[in-house]
């Protein structure tokens, strides 16, 4: 079952998805659907809530950055902002394309999706 399925089948997060749109990976279509409830909806889905002050640190700052220069920020950046250690956020989200999707940020792109995996 696809991400996209999933979410589309799930009644308990219909009312907070009702109006988003993803693409055939998952990815938020229109990143200016996005807010607080939404990435809380999300990270739910995937396992990772309840969203703590920790990953809106990481949330933001990869929303930002990517809304701002239009580029993944490396782990290093994202690390120092965050304080956190690699490991840490790791263990937060379980990898980088959860952090992706929460964020509500647009498919990264294959080359992007493979080495962020």
Same mark, same amino acid.
């Given at each position: 079952?696809?991400?996209?399925?999933?979410?589309?089948?799930?009644?308990?997060?219909?009312?907070?998805?009702?109006? %988003?749109?993803?693409?055939?990976?998952?990815?938020? &279509?229109n990143t200016e659907t996005w807010d607080d409830q939404v990435a809380e909806t999300l990270a739910e889905m995937a396992g990772v809530a309840p969203l703590e002050s920790a990953h809106w640190r990481v949330i933001h700052f990869v929303r930002d950055r990517f809304l701002r220069l239009g580029a993944i920020p490396p782990m290093r950046r994202i690390c120092r902002s965050s304080e &956190?250690?690699?490991?840490?956020?790791?263990? &937060?989200?379980?990898?980088? &394309?959860?952090?992706?999707? %929460?964020?509500g940020l647009p498919h990264p792109g294959e080359e992007a999706k493979a080495y962020m995996g």
């Open positions: 079952m696809s991400v996209v399925q999933s979410i589309s089948e799930s009644s308990s997060y219909d009312s907070a998805l009702a109006t %988003i749109h993803f693409d055939e990976d998952g990815f938020l &279509l &956190l250690s690699k490991s840490e956020v790791k263990d &937060l989200f379980g990898g980088c &394309l959860q952090v992706w999707r %929460i964020a």
